[in-house]
């Protein structure tokens, strides 16, 4: 019984950070940056393309990474996403494709992603702060290098990216794209459920 109200809590802890959170989360490095708008994101020079997918991406100087790793992060957790997801070879990622929905989604050479070092403010669905975000409008998300403790680098890009293949921004049906869009190496403990 012990497990299951672990495995629940650790659950529903994800699902709290999946976004955003109202309240600050913690992070390796401390602190939330400021807000982050739509506009400034679309003001950066995309001048990096992922190796893969030819993904538009900038990445803001204080991040501190190296910039090919970076770059093949989101390569590869988009071609798993897109595999999980669909079921399919991850190349549908290289051309416009259509989802369940009926929707035509284009190719991955479309998306431009901003790179930042840590949770940003934001102006979301019912959050304030994010570890990412996706601009449907503009196809272009805002994505931190760490997005919350112990998680790894952009613990968060496949939900992102989960967004713009059909999860809607108020999660409404986020349990269609489980455990597809779950953070890869985030051990979840009870320091993080407190949290």
């Avoid at 999946?18 to 807000?35: A, W, Y």
Wanted: hydrophobic residues 40%; proline residues 6%; charged residues 25%.
């Amino acid at each position: 019984m012990r497990h299951v109200i672990l495995f629940s809590l650790s659950i529903f802890s994800i699902f709290l950070y999946s976004c955003g959170v109202d309240e600050v989360i913690p992070n390796s490095s401390g602190g939330v940056d400021g807000m982050i708008t739509l506009e400034e994101a679309e003001a950066q020079d995309y001048n990096l393309m992922t190796p893969g997918y030819d993904i538009q991406v900038a990445i803001r100087e204080d991040v501190n990474a190296d910039v090919d790793n970076i770059l093949d992060i989101l390569d590869e957790r988009a071609a798993d996403f897109l595999e999980c997801q669909f079921m399919m070879n991850p190349d549908i990622g290289a051309q416009e494709f259509q989802i369940p929905s009926g929707d035509k989604v284009p190719p991955l050479s479309e998306l431009r992603v901003f790179v930042v070092p840590i949770n940003f403010e934001c102006d979301a669905v019912d959050k304030n702060v994010c570890a990412g975000i996706y601009y449907f409008s503009a196809d272009l998300i805002i994505i931190a290098k760490e997005g919350f403790a112990r998680c790894g680098t952009l613990p968060l890009w496949k939900h992102e990216v989960g967004h713009r293949y059909g999860m809607a921004a108020d999660h409404s049906n986020q349990s269609d794209f489980e455990p597809c869009i779950d953070p890869p190496d985030c051990p979840i403990d009870l320091i993080d459920i407190v949290l």
